[in-house]
């Protein structure tokens, strides 16, 4: 069965760091790139981060050198390092595939960056 689960959000200060992880199932993982795509209030979806196979990674001009995607391919799980994180991060958080049809979403976790 594919499925998806996002952990690791909450609420912290500006400045503030959390790690994001993804965990997968459905044995499609070490076949794809993966990303993490994000969907503040009033906006749409947007992808903020990849990686491929191979562990190439891209990245959205609004998290560039703040936001570090790495994957684990024996367990199937990509992460998102954020630092320095900003109020405008605020967001739900989703992993999928970049590629291809997407998996079904999974539940997000939600990040909020506030004073």
Not at 2 to 30: D, W
Not at 32 to 59: C, D, F, H
Request: aromatic share 10%; proline share 4%.
């Amino acid at each position: 069965q594919v499925q998806l689960v996002e952990s690791g959000g909450g609420s912290v200060q500006p400045g503030g760091s959390l790690r994001l992880s993804c965990a997968t199932s459905g044995n499609f993982f070490n076949f794809y790139a993966m990303g993490w795509y994000r969907q503040g209030p009033g906006k749409q979806r947007e992808l903020v981060a990849s990686i491929t196979t191979g562990r190439n990674t891209n990245y959205a001009d609004s998290v560039k050198g703040r936001f570090t995607i790495s994957r684990d391919n024996i367990k199937n799980t990509v992460y998102l390092q954020m630092n320095s994180l900003k109020p405008e991060d605020t967001a739900v958080y989703y992993c999928n595939k970049v590629s291809g049809p997407l998996v079904p979403w999974g539940q997000g976790t939600q990040v909020t960056v506030s004073s």
